[in-house]
């Protein structure tokens, strides 16, 4: 007897589904609100030429940390700003700075909270346990559904992955306030809530500190993760390296992230004691840091409030000026950045963050007929699924019709010489291949979408195999990236070979990685591509290194794309 597979994931899906369908405009509040203070954190902390911050910083440094931090500050932050990273840090700082805002302001009433209660405290601990050990990328995906992509959706998964030390010590540091204390003031008649500000948090705020410094720690420890979803910072620079293959420029964004969590942690571990506190009091330093903050966040929230009257009512204004795009190693997007340039598009911007995120967006602009620009592409079951148009583009920066070639290591054809002529005799029509992806779009698992095609075209199946040895369990790997058109054809050539008796392994990489992976050796092959233009960066790079079989598919396209609905025609149109 076999038990069946419990639904949690569909359970699951169903709550996350009801949740954006009916509390959408909450989401949108807290949207906002977070919006907002990232916003005024980050016109504040990028006013002025960086060395004032550098500055500010270092003083901060010395007076809490002595004269090592300081010094470490101080030429760490100069390094950031001559490797051109300043920018992606203010953007870092300001995210991990919001994060921990409302890490502080929710966790620390919590953690008090359970301090006074034990049946609090008992309820809490295994919710903070699983908030812990649930990898954080999971949270990321809810967040998208609810927030959109951009930045808040990874403030928020950073808070819920960052809040458990700050609940933990509040909770903590206030159970440990010796016994005989809280006695004497029990006798002197104080009240709950004077005992609790004049005694229990000053004796816990050591500890308390200790727990906001962990959750500093883990919430930058997200910045990489954040970009994702299209967060920017020094994580998307990391992120946009990986899917490149750009060491030397991943391992400058890696150190500025490190210069930051240094200085972060030693700020805040001597926050509470700081190391001059003898020669002046923590109050003026403090008092005087938070007034000049608060000041200029009131300058920075005029600033903001004042309304962009030139713009209003133009298609920029209404999408806020960015372009929804995908992962940084897609060729989509440096022709994006392209067309951006020949139309002279200054104040866009384009939001970097994967193809799931970018459809997931789409999905709830549409539903609410809100203007939006996505970076497109066909075959995309995006537009059998919804009304769409691709924008004119009359320079032709998204250049021609182009083609998909598979690519498969040297060698493979003496190794494997079956999986080898499979590979080489793939082709199909981008109805085909739209076939599948609507079948995964509408809930089918990609083994079994790719299954179903392969069984209803047994026909185009057998010209593929026609003449190839079986496979007897040789082993065959193949690489693709996460985009929807790849996952359709990878998983149904994957299972083509799998039917002829071959040990198939699907690895999802990035695209960098999948050229690297064949060229390297590796991965047996890859089925995605994009040629002439889309992906000639990589296959100049690796050219000499991998085996080119042609097309698998002809007739694609790309370019920025926008809901019928909307009135715009032309990339050219984005400019007034
Ligand atoms: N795409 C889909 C890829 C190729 C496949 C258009 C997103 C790219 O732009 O690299």
């Given at each position: 007897?076999?038990?069946?597979?419990?639904?949690?994931?569909?359970?699951?899906d169903?709550?996350?589904?009801?949740?954006?369908q009916h509390?959408?405009?909450?989401?949108?509040?807290?949207?906002a609100?977070?919006?907002?203070?990232?916003?005024?954190?980050?016109?504040v902390?990028?006013?002025?030429?960086?060395?004032?911050?550098?500055?500010?910083?270092?003083?901060?440094?010395?007076?809490?940390?002595?004269?090592?931090?300081?010094?470490?500050?101080?030429?760490?932050?100069?390094l950031?700003?001559?490797?051109?990273?300043?920018d992606?840090?203010?953007?870092t700082l300001?995210?991990?700075?919001?994060?921990?805002?409302?890490?502080?302001?929710?966790?620390?009433?919590?953690?008090?909270?359970?301090?006074?209660?034990d049946?609090?405290?008992?309820?809490?601990?295994?919710?903070?346990?699983?908030m812990?050990?649930?990898?954080?990328?999971?949270?990321?995906?809810?967040?998208?559904?609810?927030?959109?992509?951009?930045?808040?959706?990874?403030?928020?998964?950073?808070?819920?992955f960052a809040?458990?030390?700050?609940?933990?010590?509040?909770?903590?540091?206030?159970?440990?306030?010796?016994?005989?204390?809280?006695?004497?003031?029990?006798?002197?008649g104080?009240?709950?809530?004077?005992?609790?500000?004049?005694?229990?948090?000053?004796?816990?705020?050591p500890?308390?500190l200790?727990?906001?410094?962990?959750?500093?720690?883990?919430?930058?420890?997200?910045?990489?993760f954040?970009?994702?979803?299209?967060?920017?910072?020094?994580?998307?620079?990391?992120?946009?390296?990986?899917?490149?293959?750009?060491?030397?420029?991943g391992f400058?964004?890696?150190?500025?992230?490190?210069?930051i969590?240094?200085?972060?942690?030693?700020?805040?571990?001597?926050?509470?004691?700081?190391?001059?506190?003898?020669?002046i009091?923590?109050k003026?330093?403090?008092?005087?840091?938070?007034?000049?903050?608060l000041?200029?966040?009131i300058?920075?929230?005029?600033?903001?409030a004042?309304?962009?009257?030139?713009?209003a009512?133009?298609?920029g204004s209404?999408?806020?000026?960015?372009?929804?795009?995908?992962?940084?190693?897609?060729?989509?997007?440096?022709?994006?950045?392209?067309?951006?340039?020949?139309?002279q598009?200054?104040?866009?911007t384009?939001?970097?963050?994967?193809?799931?995120?970018?459809?997931?967006?789409?999905?709830k602009?549409?539903e609410?007929?809100?203007?939006?620009i996505v970076?497109?592409?066909?075959?995309?079951?995006m537009?059998?699924?919804?009304?769409?148009?691709?924008?004119?583009?009359?320079?032709?920066?998204?250049?021609?019709?182009e083609?998909?070639?598979?690519?498969?290591?040297?060698?493979?054809?003496?190794?494997?010489?079956?999986?080898?002529?499979i590979?080489?005799?793939?082709?199909w029509?981008?109805?085909d291949?739209?076939?599948?992806?609507?079948?995964?779009?509408?809930?089918?698992?990609?083994?079994?979408?790719?299954?179903?095609w392969?069984?209803?075209?047994?026909?185009?199946?057998?010209?593929?195999t026609?003449?190839?040895?079986?496979?007897?369990?040789?082993?065959v790997?193949?690489?693709?990236?996460?985009?929807?058109?790849?996952?359709?054809s990878?998983?149904?050539?994957?299972?083509?070979?799998?039917?002829?008796?071959?040990?198939?392994?699907?690895?999802?990489?990035?695209?960098?990685?999948?050229?690297?992976?064949?060229?390297d050796g590796?991965a047996?092959?890859?089925?995605?591509a994009?040629?002439?233009?889309?992906?000639?960066?990589?296959y100049?790079?690796?050219?000499?290194?991998?085996?080119?079989?042609?097309?698998?598919?002809?007739?694609?396209?790309?370019?920025?794309?926008?809901?019928?609905?909307?009135k715009?025609n032309s990339?050219?149109?984005?400019?007034?």
């Amino acid at each position: 007897m076999s038990i069946p597979k419990l639904p949690l994931a569909h359970w699951v899906d169903i709550i996350v589904e009801w949740i954006t369908q009916h509390l959408g405009a909450f989401f949108d509040g807290i949207s906002a609100i977070i919006g907002t203070l990232l916003d005024i954190i980050m016109t504040v902390l990028g006013y002025g030429p960086p060395i004032i911050l550098i500055l500010l910083l270092t003083l901060l440094a010395l007076y809490t940390s002595r004269w090592g931090v300081a010094i470490f500050t101080f030429i760490g932050l100069l390094l950031v700003d001559n490797l051109g990273l300043w920018d992606a840090t203010i953007k870092t700082l300001a995210l991990v700075i919001a994060s921990v805002v409302i890490t502080i302001v929710i966790g620390i009433p919590i953690g008090i909270w359970s301090s006074q209660n034990d049946k609090v405290r008992k309820a809490i601990t295994p919710i903070l346990d699983f908030m812990q050990t649930m990898p954080a990328f999971v949270y990321l995906i809810p967040a998208i559904l609810f927030f959109g992509i951009g930045v808040v959706p990874g403030i928020l998964a950073s808070v819920i992955f960052a809040i458990p030390p700050t609940i933990r010590l509040t909770n903590l540091g206030i159970r440990e306030v010796p016994k005989d204390l809280i006695e004497a003031t029990e006798a002197f008649g104080s009240t709950t809530s004077q005992k609790l500000f004049k005694v229990q948090l000053p004796l816990a705020a050591p500890t308390i500190l200790a727990g906001v410094n962990q959750s500093i720690m883990l919430a930058l420890s997200m910045v990489v993760f954040a970009s994702l979803v299209g967060a920017p910072g020094l994580g998307a620079e990391v992120y946009r390296a990986v899917t490149q293959i750009k060491v030397g420029e991943g391992f400058e964004a890696g150190l500025a992230i490190v210069i930051i969590a240094i200085i972060l942690d030693r700020i805040s571990q001597n926050f509470i004691k700081p190391q001059f506190d003898k020669t002046i009091q923590k109050k003026w330093i403090y008092g005087a840091f938070t007034i000049v903050f608060l000041v200029a966040c009131i300058f920075a929230a005029i600033g903001q409030a004042r309304p962009d009257l030139k713009g209003a009512g133009n298609v920029g204004s209404q999408v806020n000026y960015e372009i929804t795009g995908i992962d940084p190693g897609a060729g989509l997007m440096k022709a994006t950045e392209k067309a951006m340039k020949d139309y002279q598009l200054k104040k866009w911007t384009l939001k970097e963050g994967s193809a799931a995120a970018m459809t997931a967006q789409l999905k709830k602009a549409y539903e609410k007929k809100q203007p939006i620009i996505v970076t497109g592409w066909t075959p995309h079951w995006m537009f059998s699924k919804y009304k769409l148009k691709y924008l004119d583009d009359p320079k032709g920066s998204f250049g021609k019709g182009e083609a998909i070639h598979t690519m498969v290591r040297k060698g493979l054809k003496e190794d494997n010489p079956g999986a080898y002529q499979i590979l080489d005799q793939f082709y199909w029509k981008p109805s085909d291949m739209e076939e599948v992806m609507l079948d995964i779009e509408n809930g089918a698992k990609p083994e079994d979408a790719a299954k179903k095609w392969i069984k209803q075209h047994a026909d185009k199946v057998s010209q593929w195999t026609k003449g190839a040895p079986k496979g007897n369990g040789k082993k065959v790997s193949l690489v693709y990236v996460a985009w929807e058109s790849e996952i359709a054809s990878t998983n149904v050539i994957g299972a083509v070979l799998k039917q002829e008796g071959y040990n198939v392994s699907l690895k999802q990489v990035e695209a960098g990685p999948m050229f690297a992976g064949v060229a390297d050796g590796s991965a047996d092959g890859m089925v995605a591509a994009w040629l002439p233009t889309t992906h000639k960066d990589y296959y100049n790079k690796y050219k000499g290194k991998l085996v080119d079989l042609g097309p698998n598919l002809k007739g694609t396209k790309l370019g920025l794309t926008v809901p019928k609905y909307m009135k715009i025609n032309s990339i050219e149109d984005l400019k007034k």
